[in-house]
Structure formats: C-alpha cells, structure tokens
C-alpha cells in the first residue's frame, strides 16, 4: 500500500505543479505579425565565377574542403579561388570584406556557425552570394536552408551551382548597464537570453568536439533546475509586459540539430522574427514542452509561447547570459533584436524555397 500512496502522491504532486504552472503563466499580448510572401530560387548568371573561400583553419576537415574547392573551380574552368584563413582576431568578417573588394560573386563560409555569422556580416546587402561548407557541430544555417550538411561535396555544388535566394538576418543590439558594455551583432538562425545561453555557456569544449551537439544535454541538465526570473518584453514598440521565463529565444527560421522542427511554420525569409518564450517551473512543465516539441503538436501549451515581430526588447533585472547561434555572446541588462529583411543572397540547391517550414 505504501508504494502505491507515494506513487500517487508524486503524481498528484506534478499535476498540482503543472496546474500551477498553467495559471501563473500568462501569455503576452500581442497581435501576430503577418509574414511577407516568401523568394523564390533563382539560377546565378552563366559563365565563369569568382570564388572566395574564408576557411576556418582549425577545423579538421579544413584540408579537405579547401582541396574540394580549388578542385572544383580547375574542373569548371575558372579561375583558383582567392583562399582567405580566419585568425582568432578576424573570425571571417575582414576576409570576407577582401573577397568583395577582389570582385568574388560567391564567398564560401567553410567552418563552424560563427564563422557564418562573420561572413555573413560582411555580405549583407551585398551582391555577393554565400556558399556554405559546414565544419562545425550544430552548422545550424545549412540545417534550416536544406543542404546535406554531412556531405562537404553535395554543399559545395550548390554553392557554386545552385541556385540564389535571399533571406532575412537578425540585428541585435546588447546592453549592460552594470558595466556600461554594449555591442551590436548579425545572428543568422537564433538568439536567446536566459537559460539556453547559460548552457551554451557552460558546454564543455571537449564535449562538443567529441559528441558535437549532443554536448549541449549534458550542460542542460545540470541547468535544468533553477528559478524563473522576470523579464519584461516590448513587441514592435508596444508598452513593456513583465513574466517570469526561463528564457526568451529570438529565431530568424526554426529547425534545430536531430531534425527538430523547434518553431513550427517559420521561415527564413518572411521579413519577420519568431520570438519563444519558454517558462516551466517544474519538471512536469518541461516534459510537458518536450513532449510537445518533439512531437510537433500544434495545440496550446502555457510553458512554451510563440510571437512574431518586426523587433522587440528584452529588459532583466540582472545580467543575464546571451547567446548567438550556439555562441556566448556575454550578459546584459537588455537587448533589442530586429530582422533585417532580404538582407543576404545565398546559394541552395534547386526548390529548396517554397511555402512555409520548408526552410
């Protein structure tokens, strides 16, 4: 008897924490933005191109993809390709400013998500088309653009054969007031401050190069417990509604490592940012959002919220972690996050645009 009494106490017990959950959890007002009409691909001009190529030359498949590539430009008869290494200084921002200056029609990011990041800074607005190569462990833009991120040959011919369309980037803009830093960056694929940033913060270097993503759990549990804390968040320029969350999340397009669909619907051209906001307060609430994720229902869940707009500010009480792409990007007091629309041209393979989620 007694086992069967314990039993149904914890169960009472996390239905009594999820129920709680459920109502001390408000969600924010604000009207959904509507997304502009996703771009269709299009073939690059004919004939001869100029290829860049800023390598990462600490990954280990740095060798093999910069001889993939020179091969590649030989077999088509173009000209070698201008290669450009990332330092420690320079992750891949002034490289790729030199391949615009040296006329390149196409810069091809090879390494981790920041060196993408970097490259991409320099191409926005540019008429120079990124190719992607991915060397690092969540190569998270080459995930949510459909390109065979396990097979280096397969992403360079669309990088140079593929076709072009333009897509969005997100701006951010991080404050803190505590130690008067600020700073102002691209992200290509999410954002967050809160609790996805401290694990981030926290992953073990050596973790990631042996298991790659599947690092990031073993950061997540040890963070998993823990306080909500209050955030206060304006949409679009709206008046500023205060929550307790565990994180706030800012997405450009949704697809994350092990193919999970993390934001149902978006799209990475739609002129639009997703915004999540994810506050369980047990560990009933987070099966519950894990549940609901991994199982892509669509219905209602008071633990996970999803918004779009244009831009939108985050204010916390205390520093609080940031990240970009899977990368630290430090602690602020607040943040301001916008899209910058159309903002980058890069090379996919053919009819992988199209309605929304496919990106």
Same mark, same amino acid.
């Given at each position: 008897?007694?086992?069967?009494?314990?039993?149904?106490?914890?169960a009472g017990?996390?239905? *009594? +924490?999820?129920?709680?959950?459920? $109502?001390?959890v408000?969600r924010?007002?604000?009207?959904?933005?509507?997304?502009?009409?996703?771009?269709?691909?299009?073939?690059?001009?004919?004939?001869? =191109?100029?290829? &860049?190529?800023?390598l990462?030359?600490?990954?280990?498949?740095?060798?093999?993809?910069?001889?993939?590539?020179? =091969?590649?430009?030989?077999?088509?008869?173009?000209?070698?390709?201008?290669?450009?290494?990332?330092?420690?200084?320079?992750?891949?921002?002034?490289?790729?400013?030199?391949?615009?200056? &040296?006329?390149?029609? #196409?810069?091809? *990011?090879?390494?981790?998500?920041?060196?993408?990041?970097a490259?991409?800074? +320099?191409? *926005?607005?540019?008429? *120079?088309?990124?190719?992607?190569?991915?060397?690092?462990?969540?190569?998270?833009?080459?995930?949510?653009?459909?390109?065979?991120?396990?097979?280096?040959?397969g992403?360079?011919?669309? &990088?140079?054969?593929?076709?072009?369309?333009?897509?969005?980037?997100?701006?951010?803009?991080?404050?803190?007031?505590?130690?008067? #830093?600020?700073?102002?960056?691209?992200?290509?694929?999410?954002?967050?401050?809160?609790?996805?940033?401290?694990?981030?913060?926290?992953?073990?270097?050596?973790?990631?190069?042996?298991?790659? $993503?599947?690092?990031?759990?073993?950061?997540?549990?040890?963070?998993?417990?823990?306080?909500?804390?209050?955030?206060?968040?304006?949409?679009?320029?709206?008046?500023? =509604?205060?929550?307790?969350?565990?994180?706030?999340?800012?997405?450009?397009?949704?697809?994350?490592?092990?193919?999970?669909?993390?934001?149902?619907?978006?799209?990475?051209?739609?002129?639009?940012?997703?915004? #999540?906001?994810?506050?369980?307060?047990?560990?009933?609430? $987070?099966? $519950?959002?894990?549940?609901?994720?991994?199982?892509?229902?669509?219905?209602?869940?008071?633990?996970?919220?999803?918004?779009?707009?244009?831009?939108?500010?985050?204010?916390?009480?205390?520093?609080?972690?940031?990240?970009?792409?899977?990368?630290?990007?430090?602690?602020?007091?607040?943040?301001?996050?916008?899209?910058?629309?159309?903002?980058?041209?890069?090379?996919?393979?053919?009819?992988?645009?199209?309605?929304?989620?496919?990106?």
């Amino acid at each position: 008897m007694r086992p069967r009494l314990l039993a149904l106490t914890a169960a009472g017990s996390a239905a *009594a +924490a999820s129920a709680q959950s459920w $109502w001390t959890v408000r969600r924010f007002r604000h009207p959904r933005s509507t997304p502009t009409t996703t771009h269709p691909s299009s073939p690059p001009f004919p004939g001869p =191109q100029q290829v &860049a190529l800023v390598l990462n030359p600490v990954k280990l498949q740095s060798r093999a993809a910069r001889a993939l590539v020179e =091969q590649a430009c030989s077999d088509a008869g173009w000209n070698p390709p201008l290669i450009l290494e990332t330092t420690v200084e320079d992750p891949g921002t002034g490289q790729a400013r030199r391949a615009i200056e &040296a006329g390149a029609d #196409v810069v091809i *990011a090879a390494g981790g998500d920041g060196t993408v990041r970097a490259v991409a800074q +320099a191409l *926005a607005h540019q008429p *120079a088309a990124l190719g992607l190569l991915p060397l690092g462990t969540g190569n998270l833009l080459v995930r949510n653009l459909g390109l065979p991120y396990f097979d280096l040959a397969g992403c360079l011919e669309a &990088a140079l054969h593929g076709h072009q369309r333009r897509i969005d980037m997100g701006r951010i803009h991080l404050r803190n007031a505590r130690t008067g #830093v600020e700073s102002s960056h691209p992200f290509l694929v999410m954002g967050g401050v809160g609790l996805d940033a401290t694990i981030v913060a926290a992953t073990k270097e050596n973790l990631k190069e042996k298991y790659g $993503w599947l690092a990031y759990s073993e950061a997540g549990v040890r963070h998993l417990p823990g306080r909500r804390q209050r955030v206060s968040i304006s949409f679009d320029g709206s008046a500023p =509604q205060s929550r307790k969350v565990r994180s706030v999340l800012f997405a450009n397009c949704g697809k994350l490592p092990a193919g999970i669909d993390f934001i149902p619907d978006s799209t990475i051209d739609d002129g639009v940012l997703d915004v #999540v906001v994810i506050s369980p307060r047990s560990l009933a609430g $987070w099966f $519950w959002m894990g549940t609901k994720i991994l199982l892509r229902h669509r219905g209602g869940s008071p633990v996970i919220k999803y918004y779009r707009a244009r831009e939108a500010t985050v204010w916390v009480a205390e520093p609080t972690e940031t990240q970009l792409d899977g990368d630290p990007s430090g602690a602020v007091t607040s943040l301001t996050v916008r899209v910058d629309a159309d903002a980058l041209m890069v090379r996919v393979p053919p009819g992988t645009s199209g309605p929304p989620g496919s990106s």
